[in-house]
C-alpha cells in the first residue's frame, strides 16, 4: 500500500490544500494529513483540534484519508504513520526552492521521497496567510476554502 504525507498548519485549510489532496489521492492508497500541533507558536493561529475538525469533517466521506496531530520533523511523522512519501504543494519558484532543499535534506536523513505537487494555476495566488489577512479585515473568504466532499466511489 503506498502512504503519504501532507503536512502543514493548514490554518486555515484552503482551495489550494484541498487541489493537492484530491490530486494525490489519484497517486496513493492512502493519505495522512498532518495538522502541526500547537507548539508552533504564531500569532492568532486556531488550535489544532479546530483544524483538525474542519479537515476531518471535509472528507468524512474518504476512507482513504486521517487527519492527525504532528509534532516535529515531517520525516519522523511520516515513518510514525508508515508512509514512504512526503507531498508538498509548490505554487511559485520561490516555494520550488524552499521544497526541494527540504526534499533532498529529508531523503539523506530518512530516506523518504519527497512528492512535488504544481499548484493548478488558479490557485497559484491562494494561501493561508492570505485568507488569514483577508478574514483579518472584514472580507468574505468562502470562495478560498473548500466544500464537503461526497465519496464519489
Known sequence: MKSGVFVGSFDPFTIGHDSIVT????LFDRLVIGVVGD???KPD???????MKAIQELYADEARIEV???YGLAVDFAREQG????????RSVKDFEYEREQADIN?????IETVLLFAEPRYASVSSSVVRELR???RDVEEF???KHKNNK
Request: cysteine-free; charged content about 20%.
Open 23 to 26: 490530486r494525490a489521492l489519484g
Open 39 to 41: 507548539q508552533v507558536h
Open 45 to 51: 493561529m486556531a488550535p489544532a483540534t479546530e483544524r
Open 68 to 70: 492527525k496531530p504532528y
Open 83 to 90: 508512509a514512504q512519501y512526503i507531498i508538498k504543494g509548490v
Open 107 to 111: 531523503r539523506q536523513i530518512s530516506g
Open 136 to 138: 483579518h479585515f472584514g
Open 145 to 147: 476554502l473548500p466544500k
